[in-house]
């Protein structure tokens, strides 16, 4: 694996920006390596030295990454537009009018859709997540089935679902884990209001939802937070931190709302999703890139 | 840290946008220019010129354009927009006033 293939397999860039970047230093090391050539150093000497003087491709992976990672102000407002629709959705109690919701649902796809094709900007990560809830949900959902039903549903529901995480995980998981995190923080959230909810009244009653309402609306302001710091900062570490205190402090909510009504297990289920959805990424994408290197 | 190091970081957007105000140069181009202007003094270290090249393009300072060479390999030409030329002027002020400052009291004698 030579120097510019070690360093493509550090780089997390718009395939573009990649491409380029690549190109330019290609033709930066033709020069440098002709200037050594013409000095008397052997081929493979002056293939040696003239990456070293690029230094270690993992820190310049980094130092670039930290030039492309900042998002502007306008892509902020756009990532963090979802969570502040959802939270108002809540404060203003509107959740259980049709016409609002479908004209959300209705937004939503149409703004996906209209990202997905314009280059998968980073805003898109935080309202495709708006996409898969319904997924979660419907696994939730299931548990409520009479007997038999739910082993049913669950062996054919289970599957369909894992599918299609996979699929859109894997294609976001070719530019960077991290936005798969970001797609996937509103789920351990969502599921833990789901739990409380579904444990103290029967499942989505008016009463406790009225009650709840304000929380679960200062749970998605938290998010919209997060979300704004992830886009902004150009570190990597504070961008994870984001993620984590995000699940983190929204968890805490959940379980000062919650009155002791869920058990440690479920505790317990709900602080592996959380870790889950930050690390299982990165650990995927690892296995993934390691393929794509062996393989070349 | 080195404080030569120091001053070398603090000076480096400047030094990139005056070679590329003087004329259209890609990366491998600065880093031999900046010797040669400095009388060596200036040895750029290769890796970290790129990202600082790629900052100034997303600010806006430059703009990255690939052009044929002589030899028809092709490289990334990087130009000075308006707001890299301002911006550029705005640093000489700047700098003309400290190094004068920085003299008066450091060198009072010359």
Redesign the interface.
Known sequence: MNYLEGLKSYLRLDSAVRDDFLRELRGHLEDKIRELRESGVSEEEAKEIATEFLGSPRLLARQIYEVYSQGSWRETLFAVLPHFLTASLFALRWWSNPLWLAIIIVGVIGVVIYGWCHGKPTWLFSWLAYLLIPVVIAGVLLLYLPGGWVWVATLVYVPLAIVILVIVAKQILKIDWLFVSLMLLPVPIVVGWVMVLSMNISFFGTDIMYEAASWIALSFAVLALAVATFIRVRQRWIKVGALLICAIMVLTVVALVSNNALSIWVWLFLSLLALAHLFVPAFLERKMRGKVVSES | MNYGRELLKGSTDSLLLCLINSQPM???QIIKELEVKSNGYFQF????L??AL??LE?NGLIK?KWQKLPSG????YYYITEKGQGALNERLAIWRGFSEAIDLVMLPSA
Do not use: S
């Open positions: 890609y990366g491998y270290k290769e890796g970290t790129y990202p790629h900052r997303k990255g390999q092709e490289r990334r």
